[in-house]
């Protein structure tokens, strides 16, 4: 074995470690979460491990053990289009907006169709010819054109579904970046700054199928270039992990007083009459800005109205999202205490944090962005 087979199989492993050891964490920390949107979020995640995890161990035995192709190949297309639709529902759960459906289960077709035709397909299929299909771009020596031009679609296939839904993902995100400051005032675990991150990082998914297609397999595989894509797969599997372990993160959820109506919840006539006095004579008693995992719904509860028209009572009637809005209470104590004058950095941090700001990163963000209010 040279040394370039021993540097691939080294860079291939790399990933397929990587996905294993997240499977792990994700799972001692699975039990931990409660409500339905984590679960599926964890659930999401962990499959897109294991398919990681797969596709880069099928890698490493193309390298080196060509012969179990034959068993495992024709599964291989489906998991290919797998990770990029499991990838994109984790990105949805996330972002998702009370008011949308759930995941659409038509996301599987095409995946589905692709494992039905192509195991269906390779029952008929000698193993030689597998090997070979699995092997070479070049249809020519293949007794089984038509399959040989069928099992190598793959990777423009792969290449093609991951573009569509980075886009779809990336879409997503931006929404979800405009809704998100109208409802959390946690700017830390509210950032979708790494989820953007995680899907931009995914763009060698695009271009490792379309280097296959152009150079042929085992060529690319044991490419020097391989392993730049390597360690790119290996920073967007360890962000996913250590973010969503680490519940940095908010998903947008119902308001408690919308899902259990009852007679002390006004109808919409009465949630016209909330206006400024009511509104701040609840902040200045209760100062729900000090919590700094404060989200609107908590606000709802009090106030007995819904996220939507409190959203917009505060965005009309202050000229700010709900973010800048608590962010502003905040600032306005910083001031008094003179923070940036009297106080030693420990001590400012722990101000910082009893004023309802995650961090002072969070504070100066904050400051730096509401210098007018």
Known sequence: MDNTVILSLLT?????????TCIVLLMSFYNKSKDANTRSLYSALLFFFVLIAFNWIYGILYVCQCEVLPKIDPFIYCTYLLVQVTLYRYTYILTSLPEEKKFSKKHYIIPTAVLLITVG?????????????????DPT?????????WVNTRYWGRAILSLIY?????????RYRREIADYSADSDRSSSNWLLLSVLLMLPMVIIPLGISLFGPLNALTSVGWIIPAILIVIHMVVLCYFTITDYYVIIEENTTENNIDASVPTTTDMIALNKKIFEEYISRKKPYLNPMLKITDLCVDLHTNRTYLSAFINKGYGMNFRQYVNSLRLKDAAKLQLDN??????????IRSLGFGSMRSYLRARNGNATI
């Open 12 to 20: 291939l492993s790399l990933p397929a470690i990587t996905a294993l």
């Open 121 to 137: 397909w390779s029952l008929f299929i000698p193993d030689a010819e597998k090997i070979y299909s699995a092997t070479h771009v």
């Open 141 to 149: 020596g293949s007794h089984f054109p038509f399959y040989h031009a």
């Open 166 to 174: 980075m886009v779809l993902a990336v879409q997503r995100i931006m």
């Open 342 to 351: 009297e106080y030693s950095n420990e001590e400012k941090e722990e101000l």
